[in-house]
């Protein structure tokens, strides 16, 4: 009888226990399991769970490749500042530290430059260096900082100008590709002379000449050997530091002319012909407005004239010599403009992206 009586306990049991389990759940405060996930918002300042702050760093740098020391970068992610803003130092680098992982957006600024924008996303734990960011010369004195001097803009310019080599290696320095540039002041004038004479190539140039006039045993009276390459190098090397300062500095100083030739880059093939052939006669004043390149001109006699202290006696036709050479230093401006307006930029990797205009 008992052995019968066993299953209908057990059954009764359960059932029993099972319902005070019940009311008991039902009566006590639930709480998450130890290994639950709370989901809610992150205050300000935290780092979402599981994610670990990171840095972002990188580079600033002029169209030409120069570090850009001084600009300001600010860094905000999609809807809050990130970090404070920076200025980059002497190399051209800005870092931010303990940067929330997301997506961000950099702003940076510089005086005399194009405000530039870049963004991306930042991980988890990531340190992300940035690829150069590269910023273009202010198209117009609107776009620059307001305070900002026209010296400082032009000074900034000229730099980008130095940069400028055709091929990578022949000096481009007096050509302007932002059509907007500011004039130059009489010492960045002479400062642009004096590099352009010092600068390897010319010597390059000059002494190549030299050669080929010995070659051909011009200007006779120098004689051969080295003492005569000597002289003849001399004289070419006068040459060219007279013309370049005469015609690029000291007249455009006095005249208050820009001595650097404006890319025009738009129109007909014929309007950019007939722009470049004026270019040697014509030329944009300090005010901004073209006018008659006596600069050039009177360079171009001046240099021709100076060339009859130096070269031998019997080489020397006064006045003929002098017309003459004023005459090719007139029609070499001609020649090169040509080449500037039509073939030059193609072959020069350090231009600023600026658009040209008429």
Known sequence: MASQLKPGFAILALATFGWTS??????????????????????????????????IS???????????????????????????????????????????????????????????????????????????IAMNVADALTEVQVGLSRVEVAEEQIKVEEQQRVLGVIPNFYVSYNPNA?????????????????????????????????????????????????????????DTVSGTFIGGAILPSLLKQDPR????????????????????????????RWQPNYSNILGSLAAGGISNLYYPAQDRNGLGLTLENGAIGVGTTAISNLFQEFIIRRLTPSVPNTPAKP
Not at 83 to 90: F, R
Not at 204 to 229: L, R
Request: charged fraction near 15%; charge should be positive; hydrophobic fraction near 35%.
């Open 22 to 55: 019940f009311c008991l759940g039902q009566s006590l405060p639930q709480t998450p399991a130890p290994d639950s996930k709370q989901v809610g918002p992150v205050s300000a300042g935290e780092q979402p769970p599981g994610q670990l702050p990171g840095s």
């Open 58 to 132: 990188g580079t600033i740098v002029d169209q030409s490749g120069a570090v850009v020391a001084g600009a300001r970068v600010r860094l905000t992610g999609e809807d809050q500042f990130l970090g404070p803003e920076v200025v980059t130092g002497d190399d051209g680098r800005f870092s931010f530290a303990n940067v929330t992982p997301g997506p961000f957006r950099l702003a940076i600024s510089s005086a005399g430059f194009t405000p530039q924008k870049f963004s991306g996303v930042l991980h988890s734990g990531e340190s992300e260096t940035l690829p150069q």
């Open 182 to 238: 500011v004039a130059l002041t009489p010492k960045q004038k002479f400062k642009l002379a004096f590099r352009t004479v010092v600068d390897p190539f010319t010597f390059v140039v000059v002494g190549g000449t030299a050669g080929v006039e010995q070659w051909q045993n011009h200007f006779s009276e120098y004689g051969q050997g080295a003492q005569g390459y000597g002289k003849r190098f001399g004289a070419g090397y006068a």
């Open 261 to 288: 030739y404006f890319y025009k880059g738009t129109g007909s093939k014929a309007s950019r012909f007939l722009y470049a052939l004026a270019n040697s006669v014509i030329c944009k004043g300090d005010n901004g």
